[in-house]
């Protein structure tokens, strides 16, 4: 990218692939709008700051965003100037990669570790374990039953999700949590409305932690959850 953010050459077939033939002479954050529009709004609001020379040129580059998703899949994006004979910035070369693959097996990695925490927990106390999860699991099937973000939730259903955070952090469960906390985000009121995502992003996760550990103890009355 150019000192405007343009492309000053050709884009990589996997970003052609990705997101399109870019228009000639357009910046970065308008070849990426239609697929990426809060990474693009938010990337070219970054880039005043690496084209005005208002702060060092390394910062401005660590302050701009570097993930985004769009058309299903997961990017990460890198930066790093490109200097000119006169060691002074000539273009800065952006990378994207396709992290989808990647994130769903940390993911699942780390749904693994917190099924090992739980089944640690459940064999050093079982009757107090059980009674946290079951409560936990009830809490979830009513959030993941009520309402959606798309219209906004009642008090009740909110303080669900802020209820399921805190508890799944107790019981080690830092996945659930964090699906909590994005819920959370996803309802401030400066954010735009999000999709059925973070719901599903939690439904797959405690899914992933619930339905193993059912099996192990043979509590599916117990453990019930939402379908």
Same mark, same amino acid.
């Given at each position: ?11 990589? !077939?996997? $970003? ?6 870019? #228009? /000639?002479?357009?910046? &970065?954050? +308008?070849?990426?709008?239609?697929? *990426? ?63 989808? !693959?990647? $994130? ?6 780390? #749904? /693994?570790?917190?099924? &090992?925490? +739980?089944?640690?927990?459940?064999? *050093? ?103």
């Amino acid at each position: 990218l150019d000192r405007k953010g343009r492309l000053p050459g050709a884009a990589s !077939a996997a $970003l052609v692939a990705w997101f399109g033939e870019p #228009a /000639q002479g357009a910046p &970065a954050w +308008a070849y990426l709008a239609p697929s *990426a529009p809060a990474f693009a709004e938010s990337f070219e609001l970054g880039w005043l700051a690496v084209s005005d020379d208002f702060v060092s040129l390394d910062l401005a580059l660590d302050q701009l965003p570097r993930a985004f998703s769009a058309h299903g899949r997961c990017y990460e994006v890198a930066y790093d100037p490109v200097l000119d004979t006169n060691l002074e910035s000539a273009f800065v070369l952006a990378v994207v990669r396709d992290v989808t !693959a990647q $994130l769903a097996q940390d993911e699942a990695d780390a #749904a /693994q570790r917190e099924l &090992a925490t +739980a089944l640690r927990r459940l064999a *050093a106390d079982r009757a107090a374990f059980l009674e946290q999860f079951s409560e936990l699991d009830a809490l979830v099937g009513r959030v993941l039953a009520g309402d959606s973000p798309r219209n906004p939730p009642n008090v009740e259903w909110r303080r669900w999700v802020h209820t399921i955070k805190g508890s799944s952090a107790m019981l080690d469960l830092h996945g659930i949590s964090a699906a909590c906390g994005r819920i959370e985000a996803s309802l401030a009121p400066a954010a735009p409305a999000p999709g059925g995502d973070v719901l599903d992003a939690l439904r797959t996760r405690w899914a992933a932690i619930r339905d193993p550990l059912a099996a192990e103890v043979q509590q599916g009355a117990v453990l019930h959850l939402a379908g």
